[in-house]
């Protein structure tokens, strides 16, 4: 099996100082033979889900599991290749069966034999050989291992091989539906350099995706929208959210939990101080409607959306992301909403056309 699994049950266990009886996971597999059996399952889920998000066909390369903090595999890494030379990977949720983080740009940052295990929403750690740090995916820190003692992955149930191929099934025909549909995208809404991470590259600042909202928002304006939004010397990522949670907590005195109306008026308000252009705009309940104009009315321009919790799979605490564009057809109850999502490893995706409790444009 390519993943040592059962090699390193006892020594993870160890290591994160767990009981035995956190060992609930129901794996409801017999045997690292059935273990790996079910991969090529997963590798269709991932291939079907890249083409209904992307209408691109991949070639599954490797793929292997990834633990819970109690030594469980309840993760499915799928790495691949697409159009000659793209590279990519998929980690699909055994438990729900969601696909929870891809990238179409690179692949995932850790080894197919190193030991990895879940450390939070869309965050996995590799355990390093001394048995005592690991080394944080998301940030690039190295942490203590009991600091990654997260125990929300403990006692979930791994679907079975049928339940995992039922899924299959049911997304195959949306996505061979999706892969020919055309769709309605702002001028750079499939930009992935656009595509910041919530709460990283703020220098001292803590940020949250208010702030990340902000700067994908601003950049994307700055880039495609003619200019002048953004200071000249503001070139990177990190220089911008930088500047934006210093005029954020100057003018407003706080950078987390940030409201949609907070977020128009940093918009306007940092536009108006440091930018030959400016932005006016405002919050409101959100409605398709009021989307789709944005979208499709004139020179159609992106949005903010706040997304709340539990609402997708992808984001388990409310979250903002940017509106670019949608399906070909949708309406208020089918079709989906393309959003730039707030997270360098998800990229852009696909949520309902209803889903959205709030609008910024």
Not at 279 to 292: D, G, H, L, M, R
Not at 332 to 348: C, D, M
Request: charged residues 15%.
């Amino acid at each position: 099996m390519k993943k040592r699994l059962f090699s390193f049950m006892l020594s993870i266990i160890m290591m994160l100082s767990l009981s035995v009886t956190s060992f609930a996971a129901n794996i409801d597999m017999d045997s690292e033979a059935s273990l790996d059996s079910s991969f090529a399952i997963d590798e269709e889920f991932v291939s079907n889900k890249i083409l209904e998000n992307h209408g691109l066909v991949i070639t599954p390369t490797a793929s292997y599991h990834l633990l819970d903090t109690s030594g469980n595999p309840t993760y499915t890494c799928v790495e691949f290749t697409y159009n000659d030379s793209g590279i990519g990977y998929g980690i699909v949720d055994l438990c729900s069966y969601e696909l929870v983080l891809y990238s179409l740009e690179k692949e995932p940052l850790f080894e197919e034999d190193d030991l990895v295990v879940y450390s939070g929403t869309l965050d996995f750690a590799v355990v390093q050989d001394d048995g005592v740090t690991a080394v944080d995916i998301l940030t690039q820190d190295y942490v203590p291992i009991e600091n990654i003692q997260n125990t929300v992955r403990n006692g979930l149930s791994v679907k079975t091989v049928t339940e995992r191929e039922n899924c299959v099934n049911q997304i195959s025909a949306n996505a061979l539906t999706r892969s020919v549909e055309t769709e309605k995208v702002v001028s750079g809404g499939y930009d992935e350099d656009l595509v910041y991470s919530s709460g990283n590259n703020s220098g001292t600042y803590t940020t949250d995706c208010g702030i990340n909202a902000i700067a994908m928002y601003l950049r994307h304006l700055d880039e495609y929208f003619g200019g002048g939004y953004l200071l000249s010397t503001l070139t990177t990522e990190s220089k911008l959210k930088v500047s934006l949670a210093a005029y954020t907590n100057r003018t407003l005195g706080k950078l987390t939990n940030l409201t949609t109306t907070q977020l128009a008026t940093i918009s306007n308000g940092y536009t108006e101080e440091h930018g030959t252009s400016h932005t006016n705009i405002a919050s409101s309940s959100y409605t398709w409607t009021k989307f789709k104009n944005t979208i499709d009315g004139g020179d159609g321009v992106p949005c903010y959306l706040r997304v709340g919790a539990g609402e997708t799979s992808y984001w388990d605490s409310a979250h903002f992301v940017i509106g670019v564009g949608h399906t070909a057809g949708a309406t208020s109850t089918s079709g989906s909403i393309r959003v730039n999502s707030g997270w360098v490893s998800l990229g852009y995706v696909y949520i309902g056309t209803s889903i959205p409790s709030h609008i910024v444009n």
